[in-house]
């Protein structure tokens, strides 16, 4: 009788273990995780001598030409820094001699070198407060005259090799348009669209999308410019079609982290995707989860960069990853902390599943 007791007591303290062992292997598995960027993200390639010394500024100038080539701006200074293509699988690098010529005659500005979803194209801004939109391989050219005002340009989202060209009616007096531009890179046609008023500068990248009729679609922040905006968890989008007779401007709003600061927004080749680099407060999530059971259980924050993936209208928000640099917030650009990743190098690789960025002299991609 008493073995009996004996070996019941011992199965359920057993049982009592094994219980444990289930609710902490669970705990385990479901316990929110940090989603760390670099973790989630693949190394394809150095970018040591890629930065181009502009004068005041430096900047790193690439695109994808295919899923394994990139075009590149060889560092330097400004006047002596050539265009060239790289496998990054190989490591083959192959100099663009025609394409660099043509760059440096219009002198071309390599901030803001834009590669057409197809990789067939390139546009810069020329010396002459032109636009430049070259064939990669350097055998035909179209410039773009402004008539000396500030232009601003992006490739049309859902088209290869079609970009739109914002004039601005006053070079000083950014964001009031005199004329929007389609312009077709094979066949150098150009379109006039009709203008519209803007309180902004225009995005950098992926400024307009081809909608379900074929006509150019703006998605432009309503009232706020990036970089600049106040710490938010939404965001004003106003869609304007550019079309004559025009349907009326739609106004929608796109929820963002609480209090994220948005610094770029680059949409995908297919204009169905937008990439968001955000400036987000973030707390440990083990600790945040104690803090919400336990409220005198303190949860520090920091603010970190970190690159989040929606739909153009802001539906489907996921997080792709962030660093664990804090930001100096001190100096009041988040390019002084210990880790940026530069938000000017954020691009979309042409499969549009894809997305690639520039951190600590490397490049790296990471899935959608």
Known sequence: ??????????????????????????????????????????????????EVDRGPDACITYGWLSGQEVLFCRGGFLSNSPLWRRNVRTGKET?????????????????????????RWVLWHGGQDDTVCAAVDGSSSFRSHPANNYSSFGWLGGSDDQWVEFIQANKHSPGR???????????????????????????????????????????????????????????????TVLASPAPPPHRFEIRVPPGSTVHRIVLSPDGKYAAWALQTHFANPILERIHRLVPSVSAPFRDCI???????????????????????????????????????????????????????DALYRVMR
């Open 1 to 50: 009788m008493a073995n009996r007791e004996s070996m019941k007591r011992r199965l359920i303290k057993l049982l009592g273990l094994l219980t444990l062992l289930g609710i902490l292997l669970l705990t385990v598995r479901f316990w929110p995780q940090e989603r760390l960027l670099l973790k989630q993200a693949v190394r394809v390639t150095d970018t040591h001598g890629w």
């Open 95 to 119: 100099p663009l001699k025609a394409l660099s010529r043509l760059f440096h005659d219009t002198k071309g500005d390599p901030d803001g070198v834009k590669v057409s979803p197809d990789g």
């Open 177 to 239: 348009l005199s004329t929007v531009i389609l312009h077709k890179a094979a066949s150098q046609t150009t379109q006039p669209l009709p203008p519209t008023d803007m309180s902004w500068e225009p995005w950098s990248d992926g400024i307009a999308v081809q909608n379900a009729a074929g006509a150019c679609m703006l998605m432009q922040p309503t009232r706020r410019e990036l970089g600049d905006m106040p710490k938010t968890d939404r965001m004003e989008i106003t869609q």
């Open 306 to 360: 970190g690159l989040w993936v929606s739909r153009v209208d802001g539906s489907e928000m996921h997080e792709i990853g962030h660093l664990r640099d804090t930001i100096n917030s001190s100096k009041g650009d988040p390019r002084e902390g210990n880790g940026w990743i530069d938000d000017y190098t954020l691009r979309w690789l042409p499969d549009g599943k894809q997305l690639s960025f520039v951190y600590k």
